[in-house]
């Protein structure tokens, strides 16, 4: 069957059916269509859906919620992820699973409230203070805002971390046909808890990437949670070897499974010199300039990366293996030219593409800057 | 042969100076532009135009600042009170006023406007409360009132999941740094004249030093109400009003001689 349907409408039901039972938010363009079939959606199925006072707020009703057992989604713009930042910070010190939904605008500030950007791309990776890690993935079309929102309730269980996914005005807003059967189906990741009869040490781990299994407010047992620093039983210390634990581990549950996280697309044509790399919207343009630059009888390899953080680097090496030169396509100044300059060789040349006057990077842009035409 | 009759000609209606002569974006049958006109009529009376700074709000009001013919800055979401005071403390013989919705200054920015009033900040404070969030499509607000119907409380908003309408300038009387604090209408001509002395006597309390000032002004929103613009107006007699009754709230002591004088 097919239907007519927006990437808001495929979020949601991403979420739905990977568990998810609590909402809360407050409308904000172009994320509040989210909102609005939340509201709608979630009673049916005795879930909860509220819209809160503010994006202060509805991050702490989801920190809250989430530590009660349910599976979270929350989505906002721009002005509103400076307003989680706070308590998104506070999720990654409580190691609260949930899933943020990024429809990114121009900023900054109130910026383009209907124009789409990728300007928040490093912000919502070193928006925190500590710049401790989350995961953040970015679709490019309506069937992937279905599948990588599944995605993304899986990984937040899976590590215990505010899980990102990175869309933009114009994936969510813009109606698209697309075939239900297309849907990827993921398997839904419930979460790991701690057995009723077994002692209950909230923050308890043997190997610094381990993640702790959880227990739910009300459960078999007292659950702490602390927004400072804390040892294993979540309780505040100054202790040196418990905090430096702490802070290794928050880290370390992320870059040692980076390969569990990676999702990416490549493209390697053999000879090809050129690499394009991509990601979110801009991608398409990326996969059409390749098609149209082949069809002109230049080799072209392409590199589609949808889990933009922590970076997928073994991937994006293997993918630069052989190139000349990568061509880095974003609507911001460079945010992920920079990761992928830093993984180049001294030989390879980096090319941004890049635009912020509110227009799409369109393939032709793609072609032009890399003398494909 | 006809011969000329000289009659003279006297101007009895014209654009405020300190309404910029430009067209605004605001929705046909909209009372956000009556409110304009009145906050600038009272600034030409006052003639204080020329040092007035004006802080605008993200809402429908977002291009305020364009409109007034004065000063003027957007603040962040909220948060117009704040930078207002920045500006007011800096430059106190300057007269500084926000003006904002309910969901700016009602929900995100609630808490701006409460310290505001605590701290005393000697600025005016032009509260349109229309019952809905307009710029961002209609959702409900802080003061949508109980069983109305918001994009965002399909089937009328419910107590149980959302709460009660606020009621925004009974809340602000009773913190001690507000010197006045009023409720008018704007749905007939009667109430805008009522909304514009009160309008006034808040600039006058600030022109004095009195203090924390704030008029409420309900006001309509024909487009997300989804309605004429004379329902909208009956509606806000009709089912506002009852809700959120009209009156002085607060008067210090020190202003009242100022509402005598007119
Ligand atoms: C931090 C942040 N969150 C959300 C928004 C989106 N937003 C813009 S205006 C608005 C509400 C407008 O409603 P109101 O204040 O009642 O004014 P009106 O448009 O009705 O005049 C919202 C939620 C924003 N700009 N910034
Ligand atoms: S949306 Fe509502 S509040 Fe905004 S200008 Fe239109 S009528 Fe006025």
Redesign the interface.
């Known amino acids: 069957m097919r239907e007519f349907i927006d990437g808001a409408e495929a979020i949601v039901r991403g979420a739905l059916d990977a568990g998810c039972d609590f909402f809360a938010g407050?409308?904000?363009?172009p994320a509040?269509p989210i909102?609005?079939h939340m509201?709608?959606e979630l009673p049916k199925i005795d879930g909860v859906a509220?819209?809160a006072?503010?994006?202060i707020a509805s991050m702490g009703f989801c920190i809250g919620a989430a530590m009660t057992g349910c599976r979270v989604l929350t989505a906002t713009s721009g002005?509103g992820i400076s307003l989680y930042s706070e308590n998104i910070g506070l999720a990654i010190m409580g190691e609260v699973p949930l899933v943020i939904i990024n429809v990114q605008r121009m900023g900054p500030?109130?910026g383009g409230a209907t124009t789409t950007a990728q300007g928040d791309i490093q912000f919502m990776r070193w928006g925190m203070s500590g710049g401790y890690p989350v995961i953040v993935l970015s679709p490019t079309n309506v069937l992937e805002c279905y599948s990588l929102t599944r995605r993304a309730f899986n990984l937040a269980e899976r590590f215990r971390v505010p899980v990102f996914l990175a869309t933009d005005k114009e994936t969510v807003a813009t109606r698209t046909t697309v075939n239900i059967s297309a849907y990827e189906q993921v398997p839904v990741r419930e979460r790991t808890l701690t057995a009723a009869e077994a002692e209950f040490i909230p923050y308890h781990v043997a190997q610094p990437d381990e993640v702790p299994p959880m227990s739910p407010y009300g459960g078999p047992h007292v659950v702490r949670f602390t927004s400072s620093s804390h040892n294993e039983r979540g309780y505040l210390t100054k202790n040196p070897a418990d905090v430096e634990g702490l802070n290794r581990h928050l880290v370390a549950k992320i870059d040692e499974h980076v390969d569990e996280i990676t999702l990416v697309m490549t493209d390697i044509q053999p000879g090809a010199e050129t690499l394009i790399v991509s990601y979110g919207l801009t991608a398409r343009a990326a996969l059409e300039a390749a098609e149209l630059a082949r069809a002109a009888g230049h080799a072209v390899s392409t590199l589609v990366i949808y889990s933009l953080w922590p970076v997928p680097e073994a991937a994006i090496r293997a993918a630069l293996d052989g190139v000349r030169r990568v061509l880095v396509a974003e609507l911001n100044l460079g945010q992920y030219r920079r990761e992928i300059e830093r993984l180049v060789r001294d030989d390879q040349q980096v090319i941004g593409v890049h635009r912020v006057d509110g227009q799409l990077i369109s393939p032709h842009d793609i072609l032009q800057k890399g003398e494909l035409l | 042969m006809t011969s000329a009759v000289m009659v003279e000609e006297k101007v009895v209606y014209e654009r405020p100076e300190s309404l910029a002569d430009v067209a605004t974006h605001y929705c046909p049958g909209c009372t956000h532009g009556i409110a304009h006109r009145i906050v600038a009529e009272v600034l030409d009376e006052l003639g204080v135009r020329d040092r007035t700074i004006g802080v605008s709000p993200?809402g429908c009001a977002?291009l305020a600042y364009k409109y007034f013919n004065t000063d003027g800055a957007?603040a962040?979401?909220?948060r117009a009170p704040a930078m207002a005071t920045g500006i007011k403390r800096v430059m106190p013989d300057h007269v500084v006023f926000t003006y904002q919705g309910d969901?700016d200054l009602a929900?995100?920015g609630?808490a701006e406007i409460i310290h505001a009033a605590t701290r005393g900040e000697n600025i005016t404070t032009i509260f349109v409360n229309n019952a809905i969030?307009g710029m961002?499509?209609g959702?409900?607000a802080?003061t949508t009132l109980i069983g109305q119907e918001t994009?965002?409380?399909?089937g009328g908003r419910s107590q149980t999941?959302?709460g009660f309408p606020v009621r925004m300038a009974e809340l602000m009387a009773g913190i001690t740094g507000s010197a006045y604090i009023a409720r008018r209408s704007l749905h007939n001509v009667k109430e805008i004249n009522t909304a514009k002395r009160a309008i006034k006597t808040a600039f006058l309390a600030q022109l004095n030093g009195l203090g924390f000032s704030m008029v409420e002004l309900l006001s309509t929103c024909p487009t997300n109400w989804k309605v004429s613009p004379a329902e909208a107006l009956a509606w806000v007699e009709s089912d506002m009003v009852p809700y959120y009754p009209l009156g002085d709230y607060k008067v210090a002591e020190e202003v009242k001689p100022l509402m005598k004088r007119r």
């Open positions: 407050y409308p904000i363009t509040t909102l609005l509201v709608r509220i819209q006072e503010d994006e002005p500030s109130t | 993200v977002v957007e962040a979401h909220g969901g929900a995100i609630i969030y961002t499509g959702q409900m802080p994009t965002s409380s399909p999941l959302t």
